[in-house]
Structure formats: C-alpha cells, structure tokens
C-alpha cells in the first residue's frame, strides 16, 4: 500500500496549485482519503478529506471555499486537492492520507496510511 503525492511547489500569494495523490497496493475508491498539513515549527493538522461516498469534511476553517478535493474520475485511484487563493500561511508540507473521514478520527495519531509529503510555499 503506497500513497503517493505531488504537485507542490512555489507559488505567490492569490495563486493556485493543484496536488495529486497517488495510491498504488489497493482501490482508492474504497476509501476515505485526504490531506494533512505540517507548517515549519508547528503540528500536523488535519486539513480536509473526501469519503469512500464523496462527501467532503473539511477541518482547517481557513480554507473553506479556497481547498476543493476530488477523485479522478479517470484515474480511478487518484485524488486531487485543488488550492485556489493560496496564502502566505497556507505554507507547508501536505501529506495525503487514508483514514476515518470524520470528527475526531481524522488526526495524524488514527491515520491509516500516509504519502510522503510535497511541500507547498506561498510568497507575500
């Protein structure tokens, strides 16, 4: 089971990136899949997560209505955070992850698996 992220990168603030996740080992469509974040000196945090049904939780406030995540409807075991007015303090290294969609379950100490991280700085 292998989860694999991409897509960071340097971006000035008010741009857009999109990551993409990359699962390889076992059906994506099965599970619960989402983001994390860990910005330089602070905790992981639990960013937003889509369901095995599609329904969405998001759990950082600050980017409701900015962070859209998706699956691949062609690329059945990819997912997709797309990040749209990116801010200074959206800077940090974003993780994909498999867990439980849901309050409290989605916290880095019941996550299933995890990608490696890409690392996403936003400029002022």
């Known amino acids: 089971v292998q989860l694999q992220a991409s897509g960071g990168g340097l971006v000035q603030a008010g741009g857009s990136l999109r990551l993409s996740c990359a699962a390889s080992g076992f059906t994506l469509d099965h599970y619960a899949i989402g983001w994390f974040r860990q910005a330089p000196g602070k905790e992981r945090e639990g960013v937003l997560c889509?369901?095995?049904?599609?329904?969405?939780?998001?759990f950082a406030d600050s980017v409701k209505g900015r962070f859209t995540i998706v699956r691949d409807d062609n690329a059945k075991n990819t997912v997709f955070l797309q990040m749209n007015n990116l801010q200074p303090t959206d800077t940090a290294i974003y993780y994909c992850?498999?867990?439980?969609?849901?309050?409290?379950?989605?916290?880095?100490?019941?996550?299933?698996?995890w990608g490696q991280g890409t690392l996403v700085t936003v400029s002022s």
């Open positions: 889509i369901s095995s049904r599609g329904g969405t939780t998001y």
């Open positions: 992850a498999t867990g439980v969609c849901s309050r409290p379950y989605w916290r880095a100490t019941y996550i299933d698996h």
